[in-house]
């Protein structure tokens, strides 16, 4: 195909209809699950869980699958089922928004968590689709948005809000997602949130690596025993024991981080803003059957409700207090896309600053 021009007046000219090219196609499921098929000018297409907290489940790049998938999956929500149970996979997975990390009990209350708390198995609502040209003529760049509400709540209990903005540009292999979290109750409402972005096969494979400015903590002594080798992805490894790695990072002038897994000719780009979201955690598990690896800027790391108390980092959300999260995925479609993408990581090392606010000495040592 010869050079395709995305500019309005030529498409226009050629279309009467925008969603020719790009959009957010709503439908149903036999089971009654609602998704929302994303696509663009650029072979970037996704899937959306309206049911699952409008997290993303397929994800693809011209047919190429960006991200693992469970079996059975995408499911329904069932608070019955334990969260490793409803774990659908997909390019991401929402956790929060009062708990992130393993299943714990209350040291103070008594309430009873499960793993990374209740946010993916929260319904959305209010949710509309837009489109709309944004400047000037041959400036001009057409936005597609997918909005919508998931809340979570309790009678007595945290009252959040979090209002969520999915944006594809046309003929872009990129995607931003913004959130915006708010406490419209009247007391004070612990807030952990975790982006939980998996990746799978072919994009991750034995040798594909993880490019990142920071300094990196293992979690555990597990993750101590690959630490020379936190960067490198293996094949896949029968009964393979995962490792996680805390990353404090460096950003930018713009306050903006970035992550990206690297292969010769193809990789993606995660970036986030590091204001509300100084952390990142990087989830190895290049098991059999099971591969794939979470690349997961937060507000937290997975500890828990009760260990981010103590360790000082747990963020509370005041009556009244919003907080907004910025990331953006990008697809690096050959081996000029990750060149560039490897150089900027480097500039990030040279000249980039480590996030102020975050704070990991107590896995130091």
Sequence with gaps: MGVVSWERDALEKHSVDMRQFIGFRQSTLTDGGRIIEAYNGSGLTFTVLPDRGLDIWTAHYNGL????????????????????RQFNGGLLVTC??????????????????????????????????????????????????????????????????????????????????????????????????????????????????????????????????????????????????????????WAGRDQYALAALLNADFGFKVEWHTPTLPYLTQWKNTRQNIYVSGIEPGNCIPEGLNAARRSGRLVILQPGETHLFRCVLTVLPDAEAVRECRSAVEVMRETGEPVPNCRLDDFAG
């Design 65 to 84: 699958p960006l991200t693992w998938i469970s079996q059975n999956a995408p499911q329904l929500p069932d608070s019955a089922l334990p969260w490793l």
């Design 96 to 249: 929060g928004l009062t708990h992130a990390g393993p299943p714990e009990t209350d040291d103070q209350t008594g309430e009873v968590r499960d793993l990374h708390g209740r946010y993916s198995r929260l319904r959305a609502h209010d949710v509309n689709v837009s489109g709309g040209w944004i400047g000037p003529g041959a400036d001009a760049r057409y936005i597609a948005e997918l909005t919508g509400t998931v809340s979570e709540g309790a009678l007595f209990g945290e009252q959040l809000r979090l209002r969520r903005r999915c944006a594809l540009e046309l003929a872009r292999p990129s995607v931003s997602i913004s959130d915006q979290v708010t406490n419209v109750g009247d007391t004070p409402a612990p807030l952990m949130v975790l982006y939980h972005f998996n990746f799978g096969y072919p994009l991750v494979r034995a040798g594909t690596e993880l490019a990142v400015a920071s300094r990196v903590y293992p979690r555990d002594a597990r993750a101590r025993e690959g630490l020379a080798s936190w960067e490198v992805y293996e094949g896949p490894t029968p009964a393979y024991a995962e490792q996680v790695y805390f990353h404090h990072v």
